[in-house]
């Protein structure tokens, strides 16, 4: 099993950190601090870095039309336009649950939005996966409880989810033309004691990399095994999310948190909170942009 160390790129204090994504027109690594309301992007050449506070939690940035970046926030899908500072709403998500919050989203090949939902306390099977193509919002899963990470196969013939209650990842036969999902079931069972598998992204060799929250690493996965054949360590208990970008798309940007860390295991792992990178030498697959904004 290959093993590799992260390195620091930013020390930060981020109390959830989430939403890693690589913006190509920009070059840089998009991130959020859910419970700071955050929003940010980072060079990770020079480390210089853009952030916006948007009130309110956020979950997820992808890149949009314009120099845009399409959220995900409590409540409520929008449109951030970094260059002005505006940030308006396209769409209300369960109104009907005011205690829940977007968690980890990304766009498919077609450049439709995937977002799940949660409960703030993580009750069980209070969220949802929806698809949103800019027009409808439609719910696809039902009865999520951590909805988290999402990416596709090469080919993108197949859908790979996490429910991190599960602690498992999903793999669905998906539809491109259709952007539906069918025969669900368990490509990777992930057993860390005390862990939860978060964020997720996939290479160009169809493997898949997973953020361990709980377990100071991203691991790396045999979508067709199961197996585990690759683990990046991490100087932070909390890893969150992870993806893909850079020089070559070979490296790997991976966020942490403070949260639910007392005071003894800030002391152990102050850089929690903090953004990391890897050098992987492997290539990993560029996510999608929204592209239905109209």
């Known amino acids: 099993m290959t093993e590799l160390k992260a390195t620091i790129l930013q020390q930060a204090h981020l109390q959830l950190g989430e939403g890693a994504a690589w913006h190509a027109g920009w070059k840089r690594f998009l991130y959020v ?52 500072g505006s940030l308006h709403e396209l769409v209300v998500l369960e109104p009907d649950k005011p205690g829940n919050r977007c968690n980890d989203g990304k766009c498919d090949v077609a450049g439709r939005l995937w977002i799940g939902t949660m409960h703030l306390d993580a009750c069980r099977e209070e969220g949802a996966l929806y698809r949103f193509d800019g027009n409808i919002l439609v719910k696809v899963l039902d009865k999520r409880s951590i909805s988290n990470g999402l990416c596709w196969s090469p080919d993108n013939r197949i859908m790979y989810y996490v429910d991190s209650s599960d602690c498992d990842i999903k793999a669905f036969d998906f539809d491109a033309a259709q952007g539906t999902i069918t025969n ?26 997973v953020a361990i929250w709980g377990g100071a690493a991203v691991h790396r996965y045999d979508p067709g095994t199961g197996e585990l054949i690759g683990r990046v360590l991490v100087n932070a208990p909390h890893v969150s999310n992870c993806a893909f970008g850079g020089k070559d798309m070979q490296q790997l940007f991976i966020t942490t ?13 102050p850089q929690s909170g903090s953004l990391f990178i890897a050098d992987t030498g492997v290539k990993g697959l560029p996510g999608y942009a929204f592209n239905y904004f109209s």
């Not at 980072?42 to 210089?48: A, E, L, S, V, Y």
């Not at 004691?193 to 997720?200: A, I, K, V």
């Not at 948190?257 to 002391?267: F, G, H, N, P, S």
């Open 257 to 269: 948190a403070r949260k639910d860390l007392d005071a003894e295991q800030l002391q152990q792992y």
């Open 184 to 209: 669900g079931r368990i490509a990777v069972t992930i057993t860390v004691p005390g862990c939860l598998p978060d964020g997720m992204c996939i290479d160009a060799e169809g493997m898949l990399w």
């Open 33 to 84: 601090d859910i419970e700071g309301g955050l929003v940010g992007a980072i060079d990770p050449q020079t480390g210089t870095t853009t952030v916006f506070n948007v009130g309110r939690r956020v979950s997820m940035a992808v890149p949009a039309a314009d120099n845009q970046l399409l959220l995900a926030l409590q409540g409520a899908l929008g449109i951030l336009d970094m260059d002005k």
